[in-house]
């Protein structure tokens, strides 16, 4: 199996949401950062890559059809080039709405890392707050009007770097007609599976 599908898109753009709908199109397992947290074999991957080791894709996403979400979109150019007949879908959302669900969800699990104790949880933590916090944001998470800028560049530092014919900007708000368009596939006759809004995340 190779990757099909390379999700360029930050964590809290519906990634979750384009998981599920990946993988109901066919095009699974589709690798996220739940799949760190749940598979014992991925963290080490991720971990070396954080200490700027160099990586091997084929083993990373053995098994996967695609991957979206953190932490594999810190490395969305990387992966793009090693995959290079996968398509690539950039999940996207408005700035503002991007910020406050990342301050409302993602970014103090990341940021409080330290205060827990050793084991798989805190190390699977401190690398993410490394990938993300600091080498995509510079440790500036925090500051709403940097994350936004590091955001809105991203967006176009993706569609300037990928060809137009490779690649979908994607809000999850849109379903299924653009999505299945794009990878040449029927549109399911079931709702688009909106999930892991902020309020869930809380939940859990």
Same mark, same amino acid.
């Given at each position: 199996? *190779?990757?099909? +599908? +390379? ?5 809290? *753009?519906? *990634? ?8 109901q199109l066919g095009l699974? !397992? ?9 598979? !014992? ?16 894709? &084929?083993? /990373? ?9 953190? !932490? ?11 995959? !290079?007949?996968?398509?690539? %879908?950039?999940? %996207? ?8 669900? +990342? ?17 798989? %949880?805190? &190390? ?5 707050? @490394?990938?993300?916090? @600091? ?6 998470? &925090? ?26 900007t994607y809000e999850a ?11 040449? /596939?029927?549109?399911? &006759? ?8 902020? @309020? ?5």
């Amino acid at each position: 199996m *190779t990757l099909r +599908v +390379v999700g360029a898109g930050f964590g809290r *753009t519906g *990634t979750y949401s384009l998981k599920l709908a990946l993988e109901q199109l066919g095009l699974g !397992p589709c690798h996220h950062m739940f799949e760190v947290r749940q598979n !014992p074999d991925q963290p080490p991957y991720w971990q070396a890559l954080a200490r700027g080791e160099a990586p091997h894709w &084929d083993a /990373v996403f053995a098994g996967y059809a695609a991957c979206v979400d953190w !932490p594999a979109a810190r490395f969305w150019r990387e992966i793009a080039a090693h995959y !290079p007949d996968a398509k690539v %879908v950039l999940s %996207v959302r408005p700035a503002e709405a991007w910020i406050d669900s +990342v301050h409302a969800t993602i970014y103090p699990v990341m940021r409080d890392w330290a205060k827990l104790e050793a084991g798989a %949880v805190r &190390d699977t933590r401190e690398m993410a707050n @490394e990938l993300i916090v @600091e080498q995509t944001f510079d440790g500036r998470l &925090d500051d709403r009007d940097h994350a936004m800028t590091v955001f809105r560049a991203h967006t176009q530092e993706v569609q300037r770097a990928i060809a137009p014919e490779r690649l979908l900007t994607y809000e999850a708000s849109q379903g299924w007609q653009p999505l299945c368009r794009f990878l040449g /596939v029927p549109v399911p &006759d079931t709702p688009f599976p909106h999930r892991n809004t902020t @309020e869930e995340f809380k939940k859990r």
